[in-house]
């Protein structure tokens, strides 16, 4: 069974950072694409970034220098680190597991709230 559980959500100030974390069971850690996904109030799920078995790795334009997306093998956990952030980064953040980066993802963790204030 593939588990995803997610921490590291919260509020923070404009040009605040966090890190959020995902502890990935063993099997599907080492086996599937990790991805980090985001909900916003436009209630559309967008990916944010990805991390692949060979460690290739993935951000979209719209975090790309700001946000940073690695994994920690020991702890089978992957990480989302974001800093600069903007009010517009509000959203619910979700892990993610999928056999191949560019598929639909099928396989979430419960999310964890990010909240940005001006």
């Known amino acids: 069974q593939v588990q995803l559980v997610e921490s590291g959500g919260g509020s923070v100030q404009t040009g605040g950072s966090l890190r959020l974390s995902c502890v990935v069971d063993?099997?599907?850690?080492?086996?599937?694409?990790l991805g980090w996904f985001r909900q916003g109030p436009e209630n559309r799920r967008r990916r944010v970034a990805t991390?692949?078995?060979?460690?290739?790795?993935l951000h979209e334009s719209y975090v790309k220098g700001r946000f940073t997306i690695s994994k920690e093998n020991a702890k089978t956990t992957i990480y989302l680190q974001m800093n600069s952030l903007k009010p517009e980064d509000t959203a619910m953040y979700y892990c993610?597991?999928?056999?191949?980066?560019?598929?639909?993802?099928?396989?979430w963790g419960q999310g964890t709230q990010v909240t940005v204030s001006s």
């Open positions: 993610a597991a999928q056999t191949y980066c560019y598929t639909v993802y099928n396989h």
């Open positions: 063993e099997v599907t850690y080492n086996s599937v694409c």
């Open positions: 991390i692949d078995t060979d460690g290739s790795l």
